[in-house]
């Protein structure tokens, strides 16, 4: 069996995060395995704390995943402190981790930014460049590549000003205000791909983006290549929305078991 792992926060409500990864990755036929970044106390309303664990923990968390179970592939989620972020790269460098896809976590889809300046500084410098690939927001791709992004053309050429800046492939990702959910894939040596979305009339959209890189991570982990990773991973995002599950008061969950089937199914 292929092994991904996923190094993240936790969202006690399931839908995000690395309890978003885990089921994923499972819905994908691999192994799943966790580091935790992060406790927090959220659900479909919101997160009202957060409790980081030290960069010592999360180091012995990951020495004891590399030297056991070795991982096919790793996907990264939120870090919000540069201690946390230097930890992963260093472990990610020491043990030649391959097939990385970094989600990188810094600006919500309404434009707040989430992690400090310090960090997004290490992650630029320590952990983007050791990626495969990388999968931002409109926001983030505007950070990365300190440009303002406002159509298709912008997204092109702010994919390439990254990939070059950062040296890995970039998924940028629309929606938002540009498009419905059409995703640019930029590979140097490479015409840029685009994988036009299914638009689902679904707002129970929490844990998308954990999803996405989730199952590109798991894709990656089978040993198919990029361009075929990131069309799997959107076909499976596309059936877990359309799937229509309602659970929660705000932004729910999607149902990421949409396709597991067999004698426990009911």
């Known amino acids: 069996m292929y092994t991904a792992l996923t190094i993240a926060g936790s969202d006690s409500s399931g839908g995000a995060g690395i309890q978003a990864d885990i089921k994923t990755m499972t819905a994908n036929r691999?192994?799943?395995m966790s580091a935790i970044t992060a406790?927090?106390?959220?659900?479909?309303?919101?997160?009202?704390?957060?409790?980081?664990?030290?960069?010592?923990f999360l180091a012995e968390q990951l020495d004891s995943i590399f030297t056991d179970i070795y991982p096919d592939a790793i996907k990264t989620g939120m870090v919000s402190s540069s201690?946390?972020?230097?930890?992963?790269?260093?472990?990610?460098?020491?043990?030649?981790?391959k097939n990385i896809v970094v989600d990188p976590v810094m600006v919500a889809t309404s434009g707040a930014r989430l992690i400090s300046e310090d960090?997004?500084?290490?992650?630029?410098?320590?952990?983007?460049?050791?990626?495969?690939?990388i999968?931002?927001?409109?926001?983030?791709?505007?950070?990365?590549?300190?440009?303002?992004?406002?159509?298709e053309a912008d997204m092109e050429k702010a994919a390439e000003l990254i990939c070059e800046k950062f040296d890995c492939?970039?998924?940028?990702?629309?929606?938002?205000?540009?498009?419905d959910?059409?995703?640019?894939?930029?590979?140097?040596?490479?015409?840029?791909?685009?994988?036009?979305?299914?638009?689902i009339d679904n707002s129970n959209t929490h844990g998308t983006g954990c999803t996405l890189s989730s199952a590109i991570a798991s894709n990656l982990a089978k040993g198919r290549d990029l361009e075929t990773s990131v069309k799997y991973a959107k076909?499976?995002?596309?059936?877990?929305?359309?799937?229509?599950?309602?659970?929660?008061?705000?932004s729910g969950p999607m149902n990421h078991a949409f396709a597991v089937k067999g004698e426990y199914e009911g």
């Open 169 to 179: 492939a970039v998924l940028l990702k629309g929606g938002h205000q540009l498009n």
């Open 119 to 133: 960090a997004i500084s290490v992650l630029k410098s320590k952990l983007l460049p050791l990626a495969t690939v």
């Open 30 to 32: 691999v192994y799943a």
């Open 83 to 97: 201690e946390l972020i230097e930890t992963i790269a260093e472990k990610l460098t020491e043990y030649h981790a």
């Open 135 to 151: 999968t931002p927001n409109i926001p983030e791709a505007e950070v990365l590549s300190e440009m303002e992004i406002k159509s």
């Open 235 to 250: 076909n499976y995002i596309s059936g877990a929305l359309a799937a229509m599950l309602d659970l929660g008061k705000g």
């Open 39 to 56: 406790l927090t106390a959220q659900n479909t309303t919101g997160v009202t704390d957060i409790m980081e664990v030290t960069p010592k």
């Open 181 to 199: 959910a059409n995703d640019l894939l930029f590979q140097k040596g490479k015409a840029p791909v685009w994988f036009h979305g299914k638009r």
